[in-house]
């Protein structure tokens, strides 16, 4: 993508930012740099809200957003409350479980609470978010197909990839409801030019067909201006689809994915992928990037193009103090470091590896490390135990243990009420000290 150059005249656009950081898979109009030059423009990205939170494959869009505020622009999230009801056909082989709306209300709440952390949803002129639930349950039936129907060919709709592949495999089919989507999502489209002069939708390129029916709409209807801008669908450098781990889908939401496991997916991430996802996923800017790249290149073992993009992502979603809890934890577990961690470092810990309750009083008594390895059952027996013991493979806050006759007393204590038991490498227990 061609970049900014230092010498340009003016500061970069929006698509400028847009262009050099990898965001661009297609724009309606050559001359949409000068349309977006104009005045503030309102641009809106659609989300679905069938869950209470969204996922890493969501940022690509909800960081399009961020930084169209940052350039003067009004970011517009439009919740599909109402077509979360019926289900977009796009990029899916069967058709999705149907939301209720008490569903749909709560999973936006969720979400916007998520997207606070990227850009300001504090006032109606920095952005807004609306659900379409509220103008869609509206809608008369026979009202909406003499109006808006008529202006769409079926010829053209079952010409789209989303449509024609569901169509041709006999067993599945797409039901009548999904087919109206792209009616729907136009239709949304021209509400928020004619209510909230918003001119612009973003989406990904699996989107290109929707938003061109959308802006279609509005020139047939309204008789104004409107276009679309469609972001890459990213997959990994090894073609995985980005944000998937085996155990399933990395989510903002800690309940669902703890934010030791999102540090650790970021910190995870292919050299061939690391500088991409900079630019995509952080607002560090094109000088440190590139300095980061050159870091990759020269000295590619010490990752700290890895460590940067897992300590700006996770700190975007989940706050400063939060990345110093779990840096200090992945420390711990992946760098047998000793360092003695802060007590929200240890209630991190406690949700990564096994934990085991003792008192104050189990620990006065003395009890045995080869004791203490069975009831954790990082031995399988007191014979494995001293086995483990004499081989040098026991630790305790990273420190190797070699006595066979050791006891675990409050002088063990370094941590703040908890002690780190380990076997081997990677056989961690943490001991939670009530």
Request: hydrophobic share 40%; glycine share 6%.
């Amino acid at each position: 993508m061609p970049q900014h150059q230092a010498g340009s005249p003016g500061p970069p656009t929006f698509l400028d930012e847009l262009r050099w950081r990898g965001f661009l898979d297609a724009v309606t109009s050559d001359d949409l740099d000068a349309y977006l030059a104009a005045q503030c423009r309102t641009m809106y990205v659609g989300f679905d809200p069938t869950a209470d939170s969204l996922h890493l494959g969501s940022l690509i869009p909800v960081m399009a957003l961020a930084h169209a505020q940052r350039r003067g622009h009004r970011p517009l999230v439009l919740v599909g409350g109402g077509t979360g009801l019926i289900g977009d056909p796009s990029g899916k082989a069967s058709e999705r479980t149907l939301l209720t709306k008490e569903q749909s209300r709560e999973n936006a709440a969720a979400i916007r609470i998520q997207l606070s952390h990227f850009f300001d949803l504090s006032s109606d002129d920095r952005a807004l978010m609306l659900n379409n639930v509220e103008w869609l349950s509206r809608l008369n039936l026979v009202d909406f197909l003499r109006d808006i129907g008529k202006h769409f060919s079926v010829n053209e709709m079952i010409k789209r990839d989303s449509v024609r592949t569901r169509l041709e495999e006999r067993d599945q089919g797409i039901s009548y409801t999904e087919f109206s989507y792209m009616l729907l999502q136009a239709y949304d489209f021209l509400y928020l030019c004619q209510y909230h002069d918003c001119t612009i939708q973003m989406g990904g390129s699996d989107q290109w067909g929707n938003i061109v029916a959308g802006k279609d709409l509005i020139r047939r209807v309204l008789g104004q201006r409107s276009e679309g801008i469609t972001f890459p669908l990213l997959t990994t450098a090894s073609g995985k689809k980005f944000g998937k781990t085996e155990e399933g889908a990395v989510w903002l939401d800690a309940r669902r994915t703890s934010p030791y496991q999102m540090y650790q997916y970021w910190l995870q991430t292919a050299d061939a992928d690391a500088v991409r996802y900079l630019r995509l996923f952080t607002f560090l800017d094109e000088e440190r990037i590139a300095a980061l790249q050159a870091e990759v290149a020269e000295r590619p073992a010490n990752r700290e193009a890895q460590r940067v993009l897992a300590a700006e992502c996770t700190g975007l979603i989940h706050g400063v103090e939060t990345v110093r809890a779990v840096s200090s934890a992945s420390r711990i577990l992946f760098s047998s470091s000793d360092e003695v961690p802060q007590p929200e470092t240890v209630a991190m810990l406690a949700r990564e590896v096994p934990v085991t309750q003792m008192t104050m009083a189990d620990l006065e008594a003395r009890t045995t490390l080869v004791d203490l390895l069975v009831r954790t059952r990082l031995a399988a027996s007191k014979g494995e135990a001293r086995k483990l013991i004499e081989g040098g493979g026991v630790y305790l806050n990273n420190q190797r243990q070699n006595q066979l006759q050791k006891t675990v007393s409050p002088d063990d204590l370094k941590w703040p009420a908890a002690i780190l038991l380990r076997a081997g490498k990677k056989n961690y227990h943490l001991i939670l000290i009530q």
